[in-house]
């Protein structure tokens, strides 16, 4: 499975970015999928996840009333619309995609993107 993000830049305090993450190769019908990021001096944070129906959504409660995921299985992707951007908002943003095999017991796989750099200037 590879995973490809983009929609990273720059932008303004208040302004708004839309990221994707585009999905190739063995892709599993019942993977969920999310997207974390990584501020220099911080731990990476989970930032938002969702089931392959879309059915249960997380957000961190730094992003809540702000971001929004979705996805679109038919195209494989997913979506992280991110508005009223904060200076605190800046990281880079890592997609990935999680899936149990059919073994037993089952394996988790996770894979990852390479990430997205947001800078949010203030």
């Known amino acids: 499975v590879q995973l490809v993000e983009s929609g990273g830049g720059l932008v303004q305090a208040g302004g708004s970015l839309r990221l994707s993450c585009a999905a190739s190769?063995?892709?599993?019908?019942?993977?969920?999928m999310g997207w974390y990021r990584e501020a220099p001096g911080k731990q990476r944070e989970l930032v938002a996840a969702?089931?392959?129906?879309?059915?249960?959504?997380y957000y961190a409660d730094s992003v809540k009333g702000r971001f929004t995921i979705s996805r679109d299985n038919a195209q494989n992707t997913m979506y992280l619309q991110m508005n009223s951007l904060k200076s605190e908002d800046t990281a880079v943003y890592y997609c990935?995609?999680?899936?149990?095999?059919?073994?037993?017991?089952?394996?988790?796989?996770?894979?990852w993107g390479q990430g997205t750099q947001v800078t949010v200037s203030s």
């Open positions: 990935y995609t999680s899936e149990f095999g059919t073994s037993d017991p089952p394996t988790l796989s996770v894979y």
């Open positions: 190769g063995s892709t599993s019908s019942n993977n969920d």
């Open positions: 969702i089931t392959n129906s879309g059915s249960t959504i």
